[in-house]
């Protein structure tokens, strides 16, 4: 089992960056895949981005150029640096794990872009 605990959300405003942290209960060396998802209000949960072992990385279309996911083994830990957020990045973002044939979540952390 593996708990999630997601930081670093907040309001920014169009253009600007934020960093998101997942810290996870156990070591994730051995997780398959660890990301990224968003959902806003009145919409479904989206994929923004995730890393697998060893270190391949995915985006989304909508993020690709902007979104860095990466990881820190020592630390547990998976970070997403957003950078030139725009208003429909604003979205709860949760961050999940896949270890063997379960997935985990996060509680979510809001990221609010407005001006």
């Known amino acids: 089992q593996v708990q999630l605990v997601e930081s670093g959300g907040g309001l920014v405003q169009p253009g600007g960056s934020l960093r998101l942290s997942c810290a996870a209960s156990r070591s994730i060396e051995t997780i398959t895949f660890m990301g990224w998802d968003r959902q806003a209000p009145g919409t479904k949960r989206d994929f923004v981005a995730r890393i697998s072992s060893p270190d391949n990385t995915n985006y989304a279309d909508s993020v690709k150029g902007r979104f860095t996911i990466s990881r820190d083994n020592a630390k547990n830990t998976v970070y997403l640096q957003m950078n030139g957020l725009k208003p429909e990045d604003m979205a709860v973002y949760y961050c999940?794990?896949?270890?063997?044939?379960?997935?985990?979540w996060g509680q979510g952390t809001q990221v609010t872009v407005s001006s």
């Open positions: 999940f794990a896949l270890a063997g044939l379960t997935t985990y």
